[in-house]
């Protein structure tokens, strides 16, 4: 079974996608354009965004284990005044991803620090915040390509680890689930297989050798396509859905405590 990406690609692939996406600010004729994926934002909106991310997490990898994020942090990103020049934004947009990367590469990816997500399956350390902003990254880049009116498919190797990542991270829980117990499967054409969970324990994934297809619901795609529904990029009838399509209803509106 293939591995996830490790540190050193995680950091990698961060840096890669943070190109890609001040390209695609680059390339846009203008940054007022509204990005169909994030309603309400424009282009600019969104380089805030991940720009202000990647100052976010990096002050958040550098304070280290917490009970929350640090709060100059929280103060500093809410306060942000990216430039609106295109070459200055763009040099903003670099600086930002060089700060998120040096706190990375300090930390080594063992170091615990805060997270929204829990631990159940996903570590609360500077590697899952590396492998998350990689994930994030690409989601907006795609909005931002998109915005431009030139939208390219994710990545093969990030959208696999993508599926994985989403699911392990956003939504594992342990508040229990409010219906009766289902599991749903995730297909990438690309040959991988997850299974997901959701029952009073609440819910986790596993990645499977092959397809059971004894699932209450099944979604097929690419892993890029797959990563897309996730983010709610994509509706779930672009892609091919088997089984009782309510759950994946009933699994979007859901919003466990934790």
């Not at 915005?147 to 680890?161: H, N, Y």
């Not at 994985?164 to 342990?174: G, H, I, K, R, Y």
Request: proline share 8%.
């Amino acid at each position: 079974m293939e591995k996830n990406p490790q540190f050193p690609d995680l950091l990698r692939l961060i840096d890669e996608r943070s190109t890609a996406f001040r390209a695609a600010v680059a390339a846009a004729p203008d940054l007022d354009a509204p990005v169909p994926t994030c309603p309400e934002w424009t282009l600019f909106d969104l380089a805030q965004h991940l720009g202000g991310g990647d100052r976010f997490w990096a002050a958040i990898v550098g304070a280290g284990p917490a009970d929350g994020p640090p709060a100059g942090a929280v103060a500093a990103r809410a306060a942000l005044e990216p430039p609106r020049e295109r070459e200055a934004l763009s040099a903003w947009l670099a600086a930002s991803t060089r700060l998120l990367l040096d706190a990375l590469r300090e930390a080594g990816p063992d170091a615990a620090c805060w997270t929204w997500w829990s631990a159940l399956q996903s570590p609360r350390t500077s590697g899952g915040v590396a492998r998350h902003r990689v994930q994030e990254t690409s989601v907006h880049t795609y909005d931002a390509q998109l915005a431009g009116g030139a939208p390219q498919p994710l990545p093969v190797g990030i959208a696999l680890d993508g599926v994985e990542e989403f699911l392990f991270t956003c939504v594992a829980a342990s508040s229990a689930w409010p219906h009766e117990p289902a599991t749903f499967e995730f297909h990438a054409t690309e040959g991988r297989t997850w299974l997901l969970t959701v029952d009073g324990d609440g819910a986790r994934s596993t990645r499977l050798p092959a397809p059971a297809g004894t699932a209450g619901a099944a979604v097929h795609g690419t892993a890029g396509e797959l990563v897309l529904y996730l983010y709610d990029r994509v509706r779930a009838d672009s892609l091919r859905v088997a089984g009782d399509a309510g759950l994946l209803d009933l699994l979007r509106a859901w919003e466990p405590e934790e």
